[in-house]
């Protein structure tokens, strides 16, 4: 990217407890013998970071609360010089809890308890401005459509968690991300939105659509996974920094793919995030 983009993240954050077990339980099993660590995570606070590490200057907006998970949290972003003066600190309100299980391959289980992020609101004074404004579906979804009425510049919403969106939100965004499983949930309602439509599916790879028109598809590299948690994150952030810098979809996708698949590489959704640097790299071998 030429320019570095201020970007504005608006969603949400948690603190991951990360269960690495041998194989994910089935319905009313057990699971015994598992290894458990706590990293920073919620989708919001992801996507920050990876803007971050991929170059831009960030501001998050996003809610948690006055207790101890909440430093937890926000470590990783403060040691990064993300933005925080937009926080919103809740009293009486705990920070957001996700519960993840994670297999060798790499593959998850996750649970959310959402917390201080179930009660953001709208800035009083507006949303700070941005050349890019990111946006995920695990806060109020008034915030969104404040976001996507009152924000300038290009406007991603990865709409995940699957529920429920004002049409005002397809029709405004300049990119919409989903993965498989969510592209299928919002089915023929995904036809409303006007810019881009970037579907991921995982080691398969990713598609980008403008209109009914296939813009490009492509393969991550190969890379030996060890933790997906993040991967889908870090492609949000890192395909909406390359077209929203104007770089055009096929080289776009390629370099959100490689970044995704850097990101299963090491355990924990933001000790996972790679830099600018490690992305180029991966794609030069």
């Known amino acids: 990217m030429a320019k570095t983009l201020d970007v504005l993240v608006v969603g949400s954050v948690n603190l991951d407890l990360s269960a690495k077990v041998a194989r994910l339980p089935q319905p009313g099993e057990t699971i015994s013998g598992a ?9 919001g606070a992801n996507q920050a970071l990876a803007a971050r590490r991929l170059g831009a200057e960030v501001t998050l907006v996003a809610a948690v609360g006055e207790d101890g998970n909440a430093d937890e949290a926000l470590a990783l972003l403060q040691q990064a010089d993300v933005d925080l003066g937009a926080l919103q600190r809740l009293p009486g309100v705990p920070t957001g809890l996700a519960m993840i299980a994670v297999t060798p ?3 998850n289980q996750i649970v959310v308890a959402p917390g201080a992020n179930t009660k953001l609101r709208t ?7 941005a050349d890019l404004v990111i946006s995920q579906l695990e806060t109020p979804g008034a915030v969104l459509e404040d976001v996507v009425k009152h ?4 406007v991603c919403v990865n709409l995940a968690p699957a529920k429920e969106v004002d049409v005002s939100v397809l029709t405004r965004a300049d990119l919409i991300v989903v993965n498989e499983s969510e592209a299928d949930w919002y089915g023929q309602s995904l036809s409303a939105a006007r810019g881009f439509v970037a579907t991921t599916y995982g080691a398969r790879g990713a598609k980008l ?3 009914e028109t296939l813009i490009a ?8 996974a060890v933790d997906t948690t993040g991967a889908g994150d870090t492609f949000t952030a ?12 096929p080289n776009a996708l390629t370099f959100a793919c490689a970044a995704g698949a850097l990101a299963t590489t090491r355990r924990g ?12 790299t991966l794609l030069a071998r």
């Open 123 to 129: 800035p009083d004074d507006g949303f700070p401005a």
């Open 269 to 280: 959704a933001q000790p996972s995030l790679p830099t600018a640097r490690e992305v180029r």
């Open 105 to 107: 391959e790499g593959e």
């Open 209 to 211: 659509y403008h209109g």
């Open 35 to 43: 290894v458990l660590k706590r990293f920073p995570g919620g989708k």
């Open 238 to 249: 890192a395909l909406a920094l390359q077209l929203a810098s104007g770089v055009a979809g």
């Open 217 to 224: 598809e492509t393969e991550p590299p190969a890379v030996d």
């Open 151 to 154: 924000c300038a510049g290009f």
